[in-house]
């Protein structure tokens, strides 16, 4: 069983950044594809970013050009920059782990998410 803990959120101005971490455990990390997303007060959860196995990655267009999500497989770590952060990016960010090995234009969310790490962006 695969176990998923974000860390690094926190409370930034806009215009700053922040890196967010996703620390896996248990289960194969390696061969899936890993999810960013996020969810806001008030708001459905919605998909930010995704790497699959082999290193192709997907963003929302809200975010392209300012995110980049990566991965160390040694660590068992995907992770998630963040820079040019807009007042509406704050949400609660949260990674999952994917059903498959994912591609440049397709990713499937598995059940397994983690905790969520807070992201708070101020004027």
């Known amino acids: 069983q695969v176990q998923l803990v974000e860390s690094g959120g926190g409370l930034v101005q806009s215009g700053g950044s922040l890196r967010l971490s996703c620390a896996a455990s248990?289960?194969?990390?390696?061969?899936?594809?890993v999810g960013w997303y996020r969810q806001a007060p008030g708001k459905q959860r919605e998909f930010v970013a995704s790497?699959?196995?082999?290193?192709?990655?997907m963003y929302r267009d809200s975010v392209k050009g300012r995110f980049t999500i990566s991965r160390d497989n040694a660590k068992n770590t995907a992770y998630l920059q963040m820079n040019s952060l807009k007042l509406e990016d704050t949400a609660v960010y949260l990674c999952?782990?994917?059903?498959?090995?994912?591609?440049?234009?397709?990713?499937?969310?598995?059940?397994?998410w983690g905790q969520g790490a807070q992201v708070t962006v101020s004027s």
């Open positions: 999952n782990l994917g059903t498959g090995p994912g591609n440049s234009n397709s990713y499937r969310p598995s059940d397994t």
């Open positions: 248990g289960g194969s990390f390696s061969v899936a594809a």
């Open positions: 790497i699959s196995s082999g290193g192709s990655t």
